[in-house]
């Protein structure tokens, strides 16, 4: 029971925190790893945990997706899907210790791209080219990385997309809405057909995870930026450290 308390309130913490600026899963890994999930077990539950989220704001930005042509859409929603499907199959054949060893760096690189976002996207829109082959190599990339581990995937892709020449930031965030839902429904499915998924924490965290969002929509209008942001900072540092250091201890 305790254990599951632990999984809501964590699940809850993710929806707020991902409905305010991102990070949820800053909170949701981290927790199913201290209940005693197994890292690529836990890495795939937290996935599907924060999957409602990703639909919930693609679904929020309609209007935007439905602003692209349909025939590029559909194009960078299958090098996502390709992308994804090589990322979660690394993660299927991925030990339980390899993984291990890189989560450190892995939250480590996710909190510094959350923190620093803004320079990102400013660096990629200073060097622009415009959405050419190469441009899709690089969504390719950010979708493995997504489908292995999608920590900080908002910003990467937003970041991309700044390097493609994109300046409208609702488009930017529509189609990063769209595509993260798409990287997420296949490596979700990769995972549950894996049975990687440990489905009773993570029915019980997807409607803590919704219930947060929705409470995270008033707070999202009255906390200051910074506040959020160093509050997200403080748990990523945090569990990078303490990944670290279970990482040190067990070598």
Do not use: C
């Not at 209008?221 to 506040?227: E, T, V, W």
């Amino acid at each position: 029971m305790i254990d599951l308390l632990i999984l809501l309130a964590a699940a809850f913490g993710a929806g707020v925190l991902n409905t305010i600026a991102g990070g949820g899963t800053f909170l949701t890994f981290p927790a199913l790893v201290m209940v005693g999930v197994p890292p690529v077990a836990a890495n795939a539950t937290s996935a599907v945990a924060v999957f409602p989220g990703y639909l919930a704001g693609a679904l929020g930005f309609r209007e935007e997706l439905a602003s692209y042509n349909r025939a590029r859409l559909l194009r960078l929603s299958v090098v996502a899907l390709a992308g994804a499907a090589v990322g979660s199959g690394l993660l299927l054949v991925s030990s339980n210790e390899a993984f291990s060893a890189v989560v450190p760096f892995l939250l480590l690189a996710s909190t510094l791209a959350f923190l620093y976002g803004e320079r990102i996207r400013a660096f990629a829109a200073a060097r622009a080219r415009g959405v050419t082959p190469e441009g899709a190599i690089g969504l390719f990339l950010v979708a493995v990385y997504g489908g292995y581990f999608n920590g900080g995937l908002g910003i990467v892709l937003l970041a991309l997309f700044a390097l493609w020449g994109m300046r409208d930031i609702h488009r930017m965030n529509g189609l990063k809405n769209g595509l993260s839902f798409v990287i997420s429904l296949i490596s979700v499915g990769i995972f549950a057909a894996a049975g990687l998924v440990a489905w009773p924490y993570a029915i019980a965290m997807m409607i803590a995870a919704t219930l947060g969002g929705y409470a995270g929509a008033p707070l999202a209008r009255r906390l200051p930026k910074q506040a959020v942001r160093g509050l997200i900072g403080l748990i990523g540092f945090g569990m990078s450290g303490v990944f670290l250091w279970r990482l040190i201890e067990g070598a």
